[in-house]
């Protein structure tokens, strides 16, 4: 709570630019008043013998700016801060206002800043700002792997060394282009995507090499089985049921994750259950695989890793860590 602090207003360049205008213009408003009350006391001093109005005991001694003294000097000071503050436009924040309040509305209603399958319109937050949105000339954005729509699918992998999948991302596309590179057929067709593939995964084997290394009998196809159950065990994936279709889907904190968990369903390795401190995974060919959680260390900025601690059926304890490979 010490070290925070009060949010900084955020202003225009025009409302910068018209403070810094009435800020000048205050001060030679100042200096006109005082000009004027002194200009004032010495014709009032100057003039009194040859006015009898001005020579009267009352007015010299009133409260007003007649009295040819410092007090005198206070309150004409006061009459021409009345008479000429409007030479200072402060009226026109309020017409500003309207305008931008007038802006605001007609953004709101813009259709061609409607966004249509969210169905979300434009919404004005600081409409000091409308003025802006026509001066931007540079964005920055922080790396080259920034989510654009926030979704993520499972399209490649790499097991042991071996990479399986084709296909290629929009950053990937669009350096291809920028480098006169082609991609191939294969690397186009699964970047649109299959739509027998179920969602969040987009994986293309045209060849067949990954099915054909996991039905070997070799090591290799163990890793294969390994890495299967490695995603989807070490997960916070939640299960929800929609009673209205039947169905069961999966919710999860982060794209990533969401995607990793189908991808392993797609491959034979669906998880079905979370409860009472055990994973419950249906393997294809095997049936239902339990797994008993022990420990559950969540993903840090600071470790860029989650790991989970399991009991295997066969009594093994296993430590099954993934994200990044080094801090």
């Not at 009226?91 to 966004?115: C, E, H, P, W």
Request: proline content about 3%; charged content about 20%; hydrophobic content about 40%.
């Amino acid at each position: 709570m010490q070290a925070s602090h009060k949010t900084p207003t955020k202003l225009s360049k025009a409302i910068e630019i018209i403070n810094r205008g009435n800020a000048l213009l205050m001060m030679i408003m100042l200096l006109l008043c005082v000009l004027g009350a002194v200009w004032d006391q010495a014709w009032v001093t100057s003039s009194s013998p040859s006015y009898l109005l001005l020579d009267e005991p009352s007015v010299r001694l009133g409260l007003n700016a007649f009295r040819g003294d410092v007090m005198g000097i206070g309150i004409a000071f006061g009459y021409y801060w009345v008479l000429i503050s409007s030479f200072v436009p402060i009226t026109l924040y309020v017409s500003i206002a309207i305008v931008k309040s007038y802006q605001s509305y007609f953004m709101n209603r813009d259709l061609g800043m409607y966004y249509a399958p969210s169905d979300t319109p434009a919404a004005v937050r600081n409409a000091d700002l409308n003025d802006e949105l026509g001066q931007i000339t540079h964005i920055f954005s922080d790396k080259t792997g920034t989510l654009t729509a926030n979704e993520m699918n499972f399209r490649k992998m790499s097991i042991n060394g071996r990479s399986y999948g084709r296909g290629s991302t929009d950053i990937g596309r669009a350096t291809a282009m920028r480098t006169g590179r082609m991609e191939s057929v294969t690397d186009c067709q699964a970047s649109t995507g299959d739509a027998a593939h179920p969602p969040h995964v987009e994986f293309l084997d045209p060849h067949g090499l990954f099915a054909r290394d996991r039905a070997t009998r070799d090591g290799h196809a163990d890793a294969i089985q390994a890495f299967l159950t490695h995603l989807s065990v070490c997960h916070s994936v939640v299960l929800e049921r929609d009673d209205a279709t039947n169905t069961t889907n999966f919710s999860a904190s982060s794209p990533d994750e969401l995607a990793l968990v189908a991808g392993a369903a797609y491959f034979g390795h669906q998880f079905t259950e979370r409860s009472n401190g055990r994973a419950v995974v249906h393997v294809l060919g095997k049936g239902d695989v339990e797994f008993q959680m022990l420990e559950l260390i969540e993903f840090t900025s600071t470790r860029k890793r989650m790991s989970v601690v399991v009991r295997a059926l066969d009594n093994r304890i296993l430590l099954l860590t993934k994200g990044a490979d080094s801090v």
